[in-house]
């Protein structure tokens, strides 16, 4: 079966870092992209950034580009997501997701909230 | 960036009953590059239908999506008790750069 699992939320203050990672199993985890999609407190999905299976291309929303970097260990099956100069509206719940067309697995999620 | 619309908001529905949600796009989605996602409170959410309307592996047959070029349906013919949850529709003709729509709450009446 197909598993993605996030780690990494919690307390972080603003202008600070956290970062997330996503460990995958079930699947050739190389052969595909990644994304990261969140969901702010009472709002709807937002998808924050992607990587190629190789790793050699990210893309990045605007909200974000410029502060988060996303990266890739395929020998470890694991996304990560480095999230820095973190502010108040990027608090949600991140989610990882298989793919970067219509997601076909899901994480259940894992909050980060940016407060002092 | 494509802006997706959906309606209503929330439906109120009994088991048994269709629900029939709808999503509209502010362009033209090419290709029918139109999902439609499941989400309960506390889990993953899970992908129904991709391509407007082809199900997703496991998906049950009472979930069935239609349209193209900017209206799209998502359709489930008789509720069961585990169907109440918000659907999302999510566009990926621009993939990754991928959106979605605000979603639809489908509650017990």
């Known amino acids: 079966d197909v598993q993605v699992l996030e780690s990494g939320g919690g307390l972080a203050q603003p202008g600070g870092s956290l970062r997330l990672a996503c460990g995958a199993s079930?699947?050739?985890?190389?052969?595909?992209?990644m994304s990261w999609v969140r969901q702010a407190p009472g709002k709807g999905l937002e998808w924050v950034s992607s990587?190629?299976?190789?790793?050699?291309?990210?893309y990045y929303a605007d909200s974000v580009k410029g502060r988060f970097t996303i990266s890739r260990d395929n020998a470890k099956n694991t996304q990560y997501l480095q999230m820095n100069s973190l502010r108040a509206e990027d608090t949600a719940v991140y989610y990882c997701a298989k793919g970067w067309g219509a997601y076909e697995y899901w994480g259940q999620g894992t909050l980060v909230t940016v407060s002092s | 960036e494509i802006v997706l619309t959906q309606s209503p908001g929330t439906l109120s529905l009994s088991p048994g009953e269709r629900a029939t949600l709808s999503c509209r796009a502010s362009q033209s989605v090419s290709s029918r590059y139109l999902a439609w996602h499941q989400h309960k409170p506390g889990q993953a959410p899970r992908l129904l239908i991709y391509g407007a309307s082809k199900r997703a592996t496991g998906i049950p047959d009472r979930f069935s999506g239609s349209g193209s070029g900017t209206d799209f349906t998502l359709t489930i013919s008789r509720l069961e008790p585990e169907d109440f949850a918000v659907y999302y529709c999510q566009q990926y003709d621009i993939s990754p750069r991928n959106t979605f729509g605000g979603g639809t709450k489908v509650e017990i009446k």
């Open positions: 990587i190629t299976g190789s790793g050699d291309t990210t």
């Open positions: 079930g699947f050739i985890f190389s052969s595909y992209a």
